[in-house]
C-alpha cells in the first residue's frame, strides 16, 4: 500500500497492494497507521460508511457539508469513476481547482478527500459501486452543493454533456462564484 502523488494539498490518493489469482483478489481498502503516515489526519474519526450504485453516465455531485465539514475516504468497489475534489478553502493557493482521479475495482485506489473539499463523481462504466467512509454523519440541514457544471472551474467529466445524468438538485446548484463568501472553510497552511 502506497500514497500517489497529487496536485492538491490535502488530497491523498491511495493504492493498495491487490493479491489476485485465479479464485478472486484480497486487499486491505483501509489501515490507521498507513493513512497516518500519509498526512490523514489522526483525529479524522470514520463514523458512517455509505455505499451508492450508479449507472453509466450518473454525475453525483458536486457535495460538501458546512458546519465543521466532512473528510471522506472514496473507492470503487464495482466499476470505474472519475473521482473529483474541488478545493473550497478561501485563502488556498489553489481555492476554487479541481483535481480528479479515476477509481476502479482493478486497482483499488481510494481518494481522501479532507473537510474544506466538494466531492463528486461520474461513472465511467456501464455501473458503479462507490463505496465511502465518512468522518461526520450525513445531516441534510448541512448539506450543500455546487454546480458540477460551472464553468469557472471546468471539470472535464470525460463524457460528452448529453451523456451526463444529474439529480434535479444537482442540477439547480449554484455555481462557486455565487457562495464563495458563505463557505465556513479556511486555509492553514
Known sequence: MCALSVRL?????????????????FTETYRVELHESWGIPPDDRFVQDNHSRSAHGVVRGLH?????????????????????????????????????????????????VPRGF?????????????????????????????????????????????ELIVSDRDAAAPRLAEIAESLPFRWHP
Open 118 to 162: 466538494a466531492h463528486g463523481f461520474c461513472v465511467l462504466s456501464d455501473v458503479a459501486d462507490v463505496i465511502y467512509k465518512q468522518t461526520g454523519y450525513y445531516d441534510g440541514e448541512l448539506e450543500r452543493g455546487i454546480a458540477y457544471d460551472d464553468p469557472d472551474i471546468g471539470i472535464d467529466w470525460r463524457l460528452p454533456a448529453e
Open 9 to 25: 494539498e490535502g488530497l491523498v490518493l491511495v493504492e493498495p497492494a491487490v493479491h489476485g489469482d485465479s479464485r478472486g483478489f
Open 64 to 112: 460538501f457539508q458546512v458546519g465543521e465539514g466532512v473528510a471522506k475516504l472514496v473507492r470503487c468497489g464495482r466499476g470505474r469513476i472519475l473521482d473529483v475534489a474541488v478545493d473550497l478553502r478561501r485563502g488556498s493557493p489553489t481555492y476554487g481547482a479541481w483535481e480528479g482521479f479515476e477509481l476502479d475495482d482493478e486497482s483499488m485506489r481510494a481518494l481522501y
